[in-house]
């Protein structure tokens, strides 16, 4: 499984973007990047998955360049509720995919 | 609820005891995890399934620990002869397609050995 480095902690305040960036630079060609978010005394959920390019839904953007060594996760407008710790993963997805969390970045959002 | 359901939600029991903890996937979901998560860390990997079979174990730290999930939806994970340092939250996830990366994770059990 490709390493992965992100910041410790992260301080914003509400209505600003947030980007968080993951380093992976051994990351294979068959590995696919996800991030997950937790927020305290609850299970970590999902929030975005991607291969290349950037990838969008609801919550997130998923910025990953061509070299695919470092992905940015970039949460717009944020609120007092994105406080949380958000994890990036990198690994080949498979029917038995095994998550290999590290220590995550926590995202601390002010008013 | 529709989501995954673990219980009890708190354990604490004394060195030495024994500890089940269960997990309620979400329904036909085929596949359950089991993983660990100490304060401060991310969650580690302990126990995947497929099914009702143990598809992989690797991540169990000794032959304390077991987990069964006889009829592929209910899972318990076991604990013998606990220590301190099993102090920890217990996360369940199930996925219906792990391939996706997506899983659903439960609340947790927190157990605390005293």
């Known amino acids: 499984l490709a390493k992965t480095t992100q910041p410790i902690s992260m301080d914003s305040y509400e209505g600003q973007e947030v980007n968080i960036t993951c380093s992976h630079n051994n990351i294979a060609t068959n590995d696919y990047i996800t991030w997950y978010q937790q927020f305290p005394s609850q299970g970590p959920r999902f929030i975005i998955q991607?291969?290349?390019t950037k990838v969008t839904n609801e919550v997130a953007s998923l910025f990953i360049p061509a070299d695919r060594k470092s992905s940015t996760l970039s949460l717009p407008r944020v609120s007092l509720s994105d406080t949380a710790v958000y994890y990036c993963l990198v690994g080949e997805r498979s029917n038995d995919y095994k998550l290999s969390f590290g220590a995550g970045t926590t995202v601390t959002v002010r008013a | 609820g529709a989501g995954v359901s673990q219980t009890p939600s708190n354990k604490v029991t004394e060195k030495g005891k024994y500890v089940e903890l269960r997990c309620d996937p979400i329904s036909g979901h085929t596949a359950l995890y089991w993983y660990r998560q100490s304060l401060g860390q991310g969650p580690e990997f302990l126990i995947y399934f497929q099914g009702t079979g143990a598809a992989d174990d690797s991540g169990l730290p000794n032959d304390r620990f077991f987990a069964v999930r006889p009829e592929g939806s209910v899972s318990t994970l076991k604990i013998q002869r606990t220590e301190r340092g099993d102090s920890a939250v217990y996360l369940c996830?199930?996925?219906?397609?792990?391939?996706?990366?997506?899983?659903?994770f439960g609340e947790g059990s927190r157990l605390t050995v005293l």
């Open positions: 996830a199930s996925s219906l397609n792990p391939y996706t990366g997506e899983l659903f």
């Open positions: 991607g291969y290349k």
